[in-house]
């Protein structure tokens, strides 16, 4: 089975569950495991995603997977079954993809979006260091993964896109909270990436209802299910 069959595939068993591993597959060149019937196996740099089709090839994925790397696990089937195998859940998330047109708005006076420099690091770590390292977001920014909004110059949050393609790292200072600056922030990256031909997608943590809430008056589509980060620990 061929790149583009195993995204039709995926389309077919569950378009908005899937969708990260097919933009991966789409857009951002992810080292390929395994493609076929019984479902896919990605990894992009230090993480792995997998879908597997049929709850009977759950122990087949077993002598598959990197148990030294973190797995997004997209079945509850297979979650229940790496967790009889010794994993532990990280965190549940909800899928959620942006199916719309790119939006039109302006921004207030004295505000502006740009990207972000290695001189705005220990800022963006500050606020943002519960998921990820400093390496990590030092990465992200040199790559210009990452984007600041600025109220008169003084940066006052910021956003970026992860390894994997998910919109994500959404972060307000608190004294700029309250003037739809994350509004702002999510419709010009979703922008930038429809620009890019890609669909944007975000994993919003079970529970954070904030965040559900922005996604949704930003009109997302959720996946009906929830996908499991996974490490064995």
């Known amino acids: 089975m061929n790149k583009k069959e195993s995204i039709e595939l995926l389309k077919k068993q569950n378009y908005l569950l899937n969708i990260d591993i097919i933009e991966n597959l789409q857009n951002e060149d992810p080292y390929l495991l395994f493609l076929s019937e019984k479902g896919c196996l990605i990894e992009n740099h230090s993480t792995q995603l997998l879908s597997p089709i049929d709850p009977s090839e759950a122990a087949f994925f077993d002598e598959q997977i990197d148990k030294s790397k973190i797995i997004v696990v997209h079945q509850d089937f297979y979650r ?14 909800h899928q959620a993809t942006y199916e719309g047109k790119p939006f039109i708005f302006d921004l207030p006076k004295d505000v502006e979006i740009k990207y972000l420099t290695i001189n ?3 800022f ?13 977001l030092e ?6 993964k990452m984007f600041g909004i ?3 110059n003084q940066i006052a949050g910021f956003i970026g896109w992860h390894r994997e393609g998910a919109i994500g790292m959404l972060e307000i200072d608190e004294k700029y909270r309250r003037r739809h600056f994350a509004t702002f922030l999510e419709k010009f990256i979703i922008n930038k990436q429809l620009e890019e031909g890609k669909t944007p997608y975000c994993q919003i ?19 009906k299910e929830m996908i499991f980060w996974m490490k064995k620990l």
């Open 205 to 223: 943590i079970d529970g954070n209802e904030k965040s559900m809430a922005l996604q949704k008056k930003l009109g997302f589509s959720f996946a």
């Open 124 to 136: 963006v770590f500050g606020l943002y260091n519960k998921f990820v390292d400093l390496n990590y």
């Open 120 to 122: 705005h690091l220990d």
């Open 139 to 144: 990465e992200r920014i040199t790559n210009k």
């Open 150 to 152: 600025f109220y008169k």
């Open 80 to 93: 229940d079954h790496l967790i009889e195998k010794g994993y532990t859940v990280l965190s549940n998330c």
